[in-house]
């Protein structure tokens, strides 16, 4: 977010002499995106970030990735796999490419230190509270959250006692920014976008570690290592800039609507390179007095759809066992709108009641083998076998 936050205690200039109570210097910390002309923070470190007393190979999770051949709609009840535990090394890959990885995590304890140094992550928080905290500071979470993790931030998930927190992680190869037609030359949000600085939740409570020999994982395009650091990465006593973790809640993005049908990019919260990201919410239908208030058949000739239903009623997917917890996979090529009987279920209605998480993707995804595991194999062929009665 290109939007100057300052928080804690940071000295008068930047790059100056600034003392701890003991007169030694703090540690300067400047992190930053594209060769440091882009956004920038400082942070300022009681020790020495850098100080490292082992580097160790780290075992992760399967993330083998195979072509979806022969091409087919997938459906994933993400909800039959059985995996708990740490939101960072017990994340299953769904789906992937050059340019996004798309996981899934049940947390059910703390996670391990963590930082991702190929691109930035968006965390969609499907249920479930506790927080993010980073070197930035902390930040509440809850059901219907959105993290934006900014590229090499360490960071880690902890979760609220006697709960879990399902997550959904979209992890760039890039950069992950509020669409540049939604902003200003400055950056600012501009009149008539769906959500706006005010929705925007920024770190202001720094976090403090403790003890030293701290592991943190971190991800390379080569894989996962291990750093242990000598002293605790949360022993910042301040920071300042326009490069940090933030978050905004699906809730608080307000739909553009009209009398007929308006398409995904309508829709559009983020976006990164090799990919966009919308989400779909409650809101009022079409409003025109013959208007058909449901998305048509199409065929994205150069994008693959990942739909997550995170809340309510999936009414375009009704009869097919589609519902919350389900990913839904319609590759390029693939023709795909509403199933049999949900055009005619639709006329009429005034509202629309969902939650649902949007990735559209450049290139064609691969499938992992968690998607695998939980892939619905008659999805394919529901358009053919539903019959478009009452009862389907």
């Known amino acids: 977010m290109p939007h100057f936050t300052r928080v804690g205690d940071v000295p008068r200039k930047r790059h100056t002499i600034f003392r701890q109570p003991d007169g030694s210097l703090y540690w300067e910390e400047l992190v930053g995106e594209d060769g440091f002309v882009g956004d920038t923070s400082l942070l300022y470190h009681r020790n020495p970030p850098a100080a490292l007393t082992a580097i160790e190979p780290v075992q992760g999770p399967d993330e083998t990735l195979v072509p979806n051949n022969p091409m087919m709609p997938l459906h994933l009840a993400l909800h039959e796999l059985s995996i708990k535990g740490d939101a960072v090394l017990d994340r299953v890959l769904l789906l992937g490419n050059d340019d996004v990885l798309i996981s899934y995590a049940v947390a059910t304890v703390d996670s391990t230190l963590y930082k991702n140094s190929v691109g ?74 769906p959500y706006c600085e005010l929705d925007v939740r920024r770190p202001t409570e720094l976090v403090e570690g403790e003890g030293g020999d701290v592991g943190v994982v971190v991800r390379t395009r080569a894989g996962l290592t291990r750093h242990v650091h000598r002293h605790h990465p949360f022993d910042v006593v301040g920071w300042h800039g326009g490069m940090y973790p933030w978050s905004f809640n699906i809730d608080d993005f307000e739909p553009i609507t009209g009398r007929l049908h308006q398409p995904p990019p309508m829709h559009q919260i983020l976006e990164a390179p090799g990919f966009v990201m919308c989400n779909f919410v409650p809101r009022l239908l079409d409003y ?23 809340r309510g ?25 509403p199933h049999p ?50 009862g389907a």
């Open 120 to 193: 930035d992550e968006l965390v969609f928080v499907e249920s479930g509270r506790g927080t993010f905290e980073s070197t930035f500071g902390r930040l509440e979470i809850a059901e219907g959250d959105y993290v934006v993790v900014p590229t090499s931030t360490i960071h880690r998930w902890t979760v609220a006692e006697g709960v879990e927190l399902r997550l959904l992680i979209v992890a760039a190869a890039g950069h992950i920014d509020p669409p540049a037609r939604y902003l200003s030359t400055r950056g600012q949000f501009l009149e008539g976008t």
């Open 313 to 337: 009623a999936a009414n375009t997917r009704r009869g097919t066992g589609v519902g919350v917890g389900s990913v839904t996979v319609h590759p390029a090529g693939f023709i795909h709108g």
């Open 341 to 390: 009987g949900n055009v005619e279920r639709a006329l009429g209605k005034e509202r629309a009641d969902e939650y649902q998480v949007m990735v559209d993707t450049h290139r064609p995804l691969l499938v992992g083998a968690a998607a695998r595991q939980c892939t619905d194999a008659g999805y394919p062929f529901t358009w053919a076998t539903l019959d478009g009665g009452a």
């Open 288 to 310: 025109h007095p013959e208007a058909v208030p449901i998305p048509p058949f199409h065929s994205n000739v150069d994008s693959d759809e990942v739909l997550f239903y995170a």
